[in-house]
T-cell receptor, first 114, second 111 residues
Framework: NAGVTQTPKFRVLKTGQSMTLLCAQDMNHEYMYWYRQDPGMGLRLIHYSVGEGTTAKGEVPDGYNVSRLKKQNFLLGLESAAPSQTSVYFC?????????????FGPGTRLTVT | GQQVMQIPQYQHVQEGEDFTTYCNSSTTLSNIQWYKQRPGGHPVFLIQLVKSGEVKKQKRLTFQFGEAKKNSSLHITATQTTDVGTYFCASDNQAGTALIFGKGTTLSVSS
């Protein structure tokens, strides 16, 4: 099993450009998440999904959109990139059931917006 | 909104010394999870605590959940260079559908 994979690993954008980050998981998890990580800020939740076809806003959703058309994929879109969106983006997934629902993280995407 | 506060933000120790990081909340938590992120890596789940006063051990790591379920701690005995990284605590959001992470404690160890 590959676990959680993210595409691309690195990307440089110019202000105003758009892009989509892809997250894929092969663990049949219902829940998927997108986080951004900035120095000293920890992991902040952008959007999440509790199942195919559903999405919800997290702590810092502005400037991002998401889609979950297939259970195994969760896409994060930036319509008009800004320098403030320079960050490392992590996707995660989890099973929801029982008493432990650990999140499995992907390797991350390092995005720079100039 | 719900927050979990972690202290300290940074800690440097000599190899062999002990290390503790604390996670505090103003509200009662349903559970607490701990993650470790190695430099350049991604967060990896360590443990989940659910019960009031719960204590769990993983080799040199000891995790505690407070009696009031408002705080938690991670203690590492006799640190090694392999313990280097950032340790995060996390707990459910109000809807119980996602985790809210603390800002983390970054541990450095010199040999």
């Amino acid at each position: 099993n590959a676990g959680v994979t993210q595409t691309p690993k690195f990307r440089v954008l110019k202000t105003g450009q758009s892009m989509t980050l892809l997250c894929a998981q092969d663990m049949n998890h219902e829940y998927m998440y997108w986080y951004r990580q900035d120095p000293g800020m920890g992991l902040r939740l952008i959007h999440y999904s509790v199942g195919e076809g559903t999405t919800a806003k997290g702590e810092v959703p502005d400037g991002y959109n998401v889609s979950r058309l297939k259970k195994q994929n969760f896409l994060l879109g930036l319509e008009s990139a800004a320098p403030s969106q320079t960050s490392v983006y992590f996707c995660a997934s989890s099973y929801w059931g029982g008493t432990t629902y650990e999140q499995y993280f992907g390797p991350g995407t390092r995005l720079t917006v100039t | 909104g719900q927050q979990v506060m972690q202290i300290p933000q940074y800690q440097h120790v000599q190899e062999g010394e002990d290390f503790t990081t604390y996670c505090n909340s103003s509200t009662t938590l349903s559970n607490i999870q701990w993650y470790k992120q190695r430099p350049g890596g991604h967060p990896v789940f360590l443990i989940q605590l659910v019960k009031s006063g719960e204590v769990k051990k993983q080799k040199r790591l000891t995790f505690q959940f407070g009696e009031a379920k408002k705080n938690s701690s991670l203690h590492i005995t006799a640190t090694q260079t392999t313990d280097v990284g950032t340790y995060f605590c996390a707990s459910d959001n109000q809807a119980g559908t996602a985790l809210i992470f603390g800002k983390g404690t970054t541990l450095s160890v010199s040999s």
